[in-house]
């Protein structure tokens, strides 16, 4: 197991330093302390995410490429929310919605080492961030850390941990876009996906959710895999707005494996765990294209998947969904595992 750094550009005067976590099988993951971003997964001597080769990209992205997402990833309606009937108005960063925490959420700041670690079976960094209080209008200063494992089994592991000194909503993800083909030129509508999941949230115009419905009989039924191209019909009403898949599924909590991911050109599968009820899907419909990425390709709409797990999305505003709230004396824990096979 190894961990190396090197400096990757220069944001606000500021070093971004690129941590590289390799174990013996040169499988390698390449995350920057920009965003906490994972601007690279490496298995079989392939890069299996999108990603920019300069900081530039990032700071100007749209796209939250490989970004650490909060305080609450995805959308918040109307940019408001109630805590203990306490109106708190957050930074609109997409129309009348605050998105993954706003302009100035954790995908946009710059974050400090907090510790190293090699053992004989893994590699790991653990990023730490402190997002004070207001900030973006959202309640509380909050203590983020986030932690980046590889192990000798070709397997990253993410640990987010948070506590707060006011009662705050906290919902953290990442936001990689796989593309688990040898080459990036190429869409993922033909990777299998299968999402153990028996119901998914209708969504509005503005990607708000409206309720929860059933899988069945619906171009959202993952739960024995297909191709993701296989039902996506544009002109059916839940995907003809979002242009492809953007929606929440709520998965099985049985399931140690919820959501595997497949590509048949290369032969490599993703198998996802997590502690999150909901895993957000999206086929990067809306995606900046003609960017350059890392490997000189340029980017294109469907050319990545997104597999986002989280929280419900915009549970403060929706009766019936559980509520996000973390209080004090309260710690935030949330982990996903993505094992790499053949």
Same mark, same amino acid.
């Given at each position: 197991m ?12 500021? #070093? ?16 920057? #302390? *920009? ?39 995805? =959308?918040?309606s ?11 108005d957050l ?11 706003? =302009?100035?959420g ?18 790991s ?18 203590m983020?850390?986030a ?13 987010y941990f948070?506590?707060t ?11 990689? *876009? ?9 869409n ?5 996906? =299968? ?21 069945d ?9 297909k ?25 099985? =909590? ?27 899907? *999206? ?8 960017l ?15 597999l986002?797990?989280q929280?419900?999305?915009d ?8 509520? #996000? ?6 710690? *935030?824990y949330?982990?996903?595992?993505y094992?790499?096979?053949?």
């Amino acid at each position: 197991m190894k961990i190396s750094k090197k400096i990757f550009g220069i944001y606000k005067d500021q #070093n971004i330093i690129e941590y590289t976590l390799s174990n013996e099988k040169n499988f390698n993951i390449k995350l920057l #302390n *920009y965003g906490g971003i994972i601007r690279e997964i490496n298995y079989k001597d392939k890069n299996r995410v999108l990603g920019f080769d300069n900081i530039d990209s990032y700071v100007n992205s749209t796209g939250y490429l490989g970004a650490l997402v909060g305080r609450v990833a995805g =959308r918040i309606s109307n940019g408001k929310i109630y805590i203990n009937n306490k109106p708190y108005d957050l930074d609109k960063n997409e129309g009348s919605t605050c998105l993954h925490g706003g =302009r100035k959420g954790l995908s946009f700041q710059l974050w400090e080492l907090e510790e190293e670690k090699i053992t004989k079976d893994s590699a790991s960094i653990t990023l730490k961030h402190i997002s004070p209080d207001m900030e973006g209008g959202f309640p509380g200063e909050l203590m983020v850390y986030a932690k980046y494992t590889i192990d000798k089994e070709d397997s990253l592991i993410i640990e987010y941990f948070a506590e707060t000194n006011k009662s705050t909503p906290i919902t953290l993800t990442n936001h990689s *876009y796989f593309n688990l083909n040898d080459d990036l030129n190429e869409n993922i509508l033909d990777h299998i996906l =299968r999402i153990d999941g028996e119901e998914y949230i209708k969504l509005d115009e503005k990607n708000i959710p409206l309720k929860i419905s059933k899988v069945d009989g619906t171009p959202f039924d993952f739960r024995h895999g297909k191709a993701i191209r296989e039902d996506m019909d544009l002109t059916s009403e839940d995907l003809k707005i979002t242009g492809g898949y953007d929606h929440p599924f709520i998965l099985n =909590r049985h399931n140690d494996y919820p959501i595997e991911l497949y590509s048949e050109k290369s032969g490599v599968r993703l198998i996802i765990e997590t502690t999150e009820p909901v895993v957000i899907l *999206y086929t990067s419909n809306g995606i900046d294209e003609n960017l350059f990425l890392s490997g000189g390709e340029k980017t294109f709409k469907y050319q990545g998947v997104c597999l986002e797990t989280q929280w419900f999305p915009d549970a403060l505003n929706q009766k019936y969904m559980p509520k #996000n709230i973390l209080h004090p004396n309260e710690r *935030y824990y949330s982990k996903t595992k993505y094992s790499f096979k053949e």
